[in-house]
């Protein structure tokens, strides 16, 4: 028993001392839980101060910083708009200019348009007027009257073109039932060539005014043989007979387009109004030929002209001669003059000098004296060099 109640005493000891123990680590428990609480309470306090300060002293300097930011945006906004400003203003500028320039282009193109509208229509009227013009024209140049008067009228102005003198190196005779030529042409070397002027237009003339291209072209085949006919009539005039001493017949057509289209539509004629000693002319053809003739002649002066200087040389040389024979014998003269000059001067001075030099000794005159001394003459004539004939 003793055993058993020790036992249980030492569990009671042991369960009052972990009792005990227990009281006490509460306590200390508790009491460092108060401790905690005060210290937390503490911190909480410091931090509710800290918290009021931060915010008091945020809200300070956020005020500042926003105040600040306000004013640096402010200046930069400045900035910006005084930068801005200048370049604004020049484009500005250059738009108000540039619509003002497109104002200018718009009066200055209604005002064109309005001259455009006027030149149109006086080139209207214009082309009204030449087309009655043209028209009379036509008429006028369906009259054989009047084609023969501007066939010599054009013939008579390539005439004074060409250089060509009247009734020197030409002569104009008048058209008449006796088929005399239009123009004679003298050529150097005592031959001539006449000029016949033909204005075949009516076949042409109704060429041009139609549009068909078959109808056309007769009128052109017969615009061909009208110049073909005037070929062979020309050559049954027998301008070219040796009696004549022409070498050929011109068969002036006055103008391009008439020579041109004969031609084209009859690739012949030429050579048929070759055979036929007829060279059918246009103004170029017949202006070149003319300028021809007129250079003929001017080498024909020039060699005229040649001969005669020729002529001339020859007979200056044949003077020069004679007047040198001339001036030579004076020379000759002259060189005998002064040597019996020189010879009378030493006979003076050996012959009579000696004798006259001894009357002063002798007292016979002194006062007079002796006469000077005669100087010969040193210069002889220069003699005059023969001509040369090939100078």
Request: hydrophobic share 40%.
């Amino acid at each position: 028993m003793s055993g058993l109640t020790l036992a249980l005493l030492a569990a009671v000891c042991g369960l009052a001392v972990a009792y005990l123990r227990a009281a006490v680590t509460r306590a200390e428990a508790v009491a460092q839980r108060d401790a905690l609480r005060e210290q937390l309470d503490a911190e909480l306090a410091r931090r509710e101060e800290s918290h009021t300060f931060f915010q008091a002293h945020a809200a300070e300097h956020l005020d500042a910083a926003q105040r600040t930011l306000a004013s640096h945006h402010e200046r930069a906004l400045e900035a910006g708009r005084a930068a801005v400003a200048q370049p604004l203003e020049r484009v500005l500028q250059a738009v108000a200019a540039l619509d003002e320039r497109q104002r200018e282009l718009e009066r200055g193109a209604a005002a064109r348009g309005g001259r455009l509208q006027e030149q149109l229509h006086r080139m209207v009227e214009q082309h009204e007027r030449l087309a009655h013009h043209t028209q009379a024209l036509e008429g006028a140049l369906r009259r054989p009257q009047v084609r023969g008067q501007w066939g010599e009228i054009q013939l008579r102005n390539l005439l004074e073109m060409s250089g060509l003198r009247a009734e020197v190196d030409f002569r104009e005779q008048a058209t008449d039932a006796k088929g005399r030529p239009d123009v004679v042409v003298a050529m150097p070397g005592g031959r001539s060539f006449v000029i016949d002027s033909k204005v075949p237009l009516d076949a042409y003339l109704d060429a041009v005014s139609i549009s068909d291209p078959d109808a056309q072209r007769e009128q052109l085949r017969r615009h061909a043989k009208a110049v073909r006919h005037h070929v062979r009539e020309l050559a049954g005039r027998d301008y070219t007979d040796a009696r004549h001493g022409v070498d050929f017949v011109a068969l002036h057509l006055p103008s391009e387009a008439v020579f041109a289209e004969a031609l084209a539509a009859d690739p012949e004629l030429f050579d048929y109004a070759i055979g036929q000693e007829v060279f059918i002319t246009s103004p170029s053809t017949l202006l070149a030929l003319l300028k021809a003739v007129a250079y003929g002649w001017q080498q024909e002066e020039v060699s005229q002209h040649a001969g005669e200087i020729a002529a001339l040389g020859r007979e200056l040389a044949e003077r020069l001669r004679t007047v040198h024979d001339h001036w030579d014998q004076v020379g000759t003269q002259l060189e005998r003059v002064v040597k019996a000059y020189n010879g009378a001067v030493g006979s003076w001075e050996s012959r009579l000098m000696v004798t006259a030099r001894k009357f002063p000794a002798l007292g016979i005159g002194e006062r007079e004296g002796t006469p000077a001394l005669l100087e010969p003459v040193e210069t002889q004539p220069r003699s005059l060099p023969v001509p040369d004939p090939g100078d």
